[in-house]
């Protein structure tokens, strides 16, 4: 039998006529990638088989990984990060000299995932091509790459993995699990999969299901793939000619999801008819054709065509729920805490979806703090480093563990004094218009359980989130459906 190994990216040639240095045209969030080795990469093997969630098993599976800092002694600072679908392994440096991560604003020294503080864990998801076993792996019993025989899987599929990987570890509790996107999907199945085993959850630019017409550009994008004269039915390892042309307009189409219409207009217009140069089969009539060209050829140098189109149907078929009450029953297993964060101009996650999580998490008493980011930089918010900074400090502050909070040691104000003379010890208090939180750190100073804010001002949520308190980013002129009756 012919031995096969694992499946990689060729690197294309340098091409002397694309920029070496990325302006501002054709810059995006994964402008650092590439597909070169992961240098830090470790990988664990399980070899008994795998059981899935659709029917049938893998007979074993690898998992790549990353880790960051130092586990303490008892094993309770650990930080599990999921990376969204293009996402790797490399969520950050681990020294000066490496190459940039992917979410560098987010996790490191000092920033809201510190690492001089926390054990970060970013592990490649199954499925994929970086690390952890996907459709271009071996299996082992024809010893051939997967290819189209790779079982459809969930995410829940990539979460058993990862549970394996946390006990491989010797981690019984992450601290925290944080992701954006398919990192968000993968953060919410942890909550309500292995519930004892999280104690906060971070979910940015996520949902409990997909729109719709985010289901419709995923679908284009997998038509796209598997109608390339290339893609040879998906048995296409070890050929000449790879299916580029259709895993680079599948990306062309992701990258369009990903920023908003004033994003692009702010981009692209001033430039409109003066389309950068780049060597590309691609239309580049315009500068945002050349910018999708630009992003779509460089997409193939590093990712595996298979691997989008079993990734993108996992974060497809993921369904919470598309009714309050099945979202309700769905998340009934999560006992964590909880931080939300969508952004104002995200249309593939839009907050009316986050807003969906929250109302099912708060319709069980469960502790939450969301808020909206107003931006205008689309779904790519949670990535950019503007919007980063912005809900960092609320990051921060949820994976502070209870008992130590800002401002519990400070004297409750006179008025909040007077507020207090006349709200029952026993009372659940809902604080409308929560300002800092200052009044609710005096109710949970004096012992009082129930409590959340609600307050519009970003400045006030971040302040309030930082004493390790519950605040909702909910406009009180649009009502507060996400409340049931008799809930307060």
């Known amino acids: 039998m012919t031995s096969w190994p694992i499946w990689t990216r060729r690197l294309p040639p340098h091409r002397s006529d694309v920029p070496v240095a990325m302006n501002d045209l054709f810059d995006s969030t994964d402008a650092e990638r590439s597909g070169a080795p ?14 899935l969630e659709l029917g049938g098993e893998l007979p074993s599976v690898t998992c790549g990984y990353e880790t960051y800092g130092t586990l303490n002694a008892d094993r309770s600072n650990a930080v599990l990060v999921c990376h969204a679908i293009s996402g790797d392994s490399h969520v950050t440096r681990h020294t000066p000299q490496d190459t940039p991560g992917w979410w560098e604003t987010l996790v490191g020294p000092g920033k809201g995932i510190d ?7 970013c592990p490649n998801v199954l499925g994929g091509c970086r690390g952890s076993t996907g459709p271009g792996s071996v299996d082992p019993v024809t010893g051939r790459p997967y290819g189209k025989d790779f079982p459809q899987i969930t995410v829940a599929d990539m979460v058993d993995v990862q549970a394996k990987l946390a006990d491989h570890l010797g981690i019984k509790t992450f601290a925290a699990v944080v992701g954006g996107s398919l990192g968000g999907h993968q953060a919410i199945v942890w909550a309500t999969r292995y519930p004892h085993r999280v104690a906060t959850c971070c979910a940015i630019a996520t949902s409990a299901r997909l729109t719709a017409q985010s289901l419709a550009f995923d679908v284009i994008g997998r038509n796209a ?22 895993l680079a307009i599948a990306r062309m189409l992701g990258h369009i999801t990903y920023l908003s219409s004033e994003a692009m207009a702010d981009k692209f217009d001033i430039d409109r008819h003066q389309p950068r140069k780049i060597d590309t089969q691609f239309e580049r009539k315009f500068s945002v054709g050349a910018y999708l060209a630009y992003q779509g050829d460089k997409f193939t140098a590093r990712f595996d065509a298979n691997s989008y189109v079993t990734l993108s149907l996992a974060m497809d ?19 964590c805490r909880w931080l ?29 703090t969301y808020a909206e980011i107003t931006t205008s930089a689309g779904h790519d918010a949670f990535l950019v480093e503007a919007d980063v900074a912005q ?12 008992g130590v909070h800002s401002g519990d040691d400070q004297p409750p104000r006179l008025d909040d004094q007077r507020i207090l003379e006349v709200i029952d010890p026993g009372n659940s208090v809902l604080d409308l218009g929560c300002g800092d939180g200052h009044l609710l750190a005096a109710l949970r100073a004096r012992g009082q359980t129930r409590l959340c804010g609600v307050e519009v001002r970003q400045s006030c949520i971040i302040t309030t989130a930082k004493r390790g308190l519950p605040v909702l980013d909910y406009d009180l002129n649009l009502g507060l459906p996400e409340f049931g009756d008799d809930s307060y």
């Not at 952004?343 to 939450?368: H, K, M």
């Open 38 to 51: 992961l240098s830090h990469l470790r990988t664990v093997t399980f070899h008994e088989p795998i059981r």
């Open 115 to 121: 690492t001089n503080r926390y054990f970060v864990i």
């Open 225 to 246: 793939i598997q109608s390339d004269p290339n893609f040879n039915g998906g048995q296409y390892y070890g050929q000449s000619k790879q299916p580029d042309v259709g």
């Open 317 to 335: 078929m993921l369904d919470f729920g598309s009714k309050h009450q099945q979202r309700i029953n769905s998340f009934a297993p999560a006992t």
């Open 340 to 368: 939300v964060v969508s952004f104002s101009s995200d249309w593939l996650f839009p907050p009316n979806q986050s807003r969906e999580i929250v109302a099912a998490l708060t319709a069980q008493g469960r502790q939450v």
């Open 391 to 402: 809900y960092a400090e609320m990051v921060a502050a949820t994976l502070d563990p209870p």
